[in-house]
């Protein structure tokens, strides 16, 4: 007989400026949700962003890892480990990450990766560019 245990499910992977948790219902209100960031220049160090992880179709506990890794250099920009717990298969485990001060030095694709027992469960791209500078008005006024 087989030790091997089924991999939870993943429901959602949402990044977002904020996350607001209800303390009595338990309800999430995520406020800002970011696909992408744009900076003034590199390298940069972007304060905050909140993460939303929610899996279901557990049993057990389970060894997991939260990853931000660059697409063109496959560099670990952040990583964290921790354990994840269920009680039962149709248990939803929502799992609320605040990730500070991340360096970003080069403009790219980032994938925000949650990992199960070494395995991808979920990932996501967030693109990091350069902001736009501001069109010059003496240009946009000569074009009109």
């Given amino acids: 007989m087989s030790s091997y245990v089924e991999l939870p499910m993943g429901i959602s992977l949402i990044p977002c400026d904020t996350l607001i948790e209800d303390r009595i219902s338990g309800k999430k209100s995520l406020v800002g949700i970011i696909g992408a960031i744009r900076v003034t220049k590199f390298p940069c160090v972007y304060p905050a962003f909140h993460l939303l992880v929610s899996l279901t179709s557990g049993n057990g506990s389970y060894p997991c890892t939260l990853e931000l890794v660059s ?16 009680k039962n298969p149709t248990q939803v485990v929502d799992l609320v990450f605040m990730l500070q001060r991340l360096n970003f030095n080069y403009p790219d694709t980032y994938w925000i990766k949650f990992l199960v027992d070494g395995e991808t469960l979920m990932m996501r791209p967030l693109h990091v560019t350069l902001l736009d500078p501001p069109e010059d008005s003496a240009k946009r006024d000569a074009s009109l």
């Fill in 71 to 86: 697409e063109s250099k496959n560099e670990v920009i952040f990583s964290g480990k921790g354990t994840l717990k269920f």
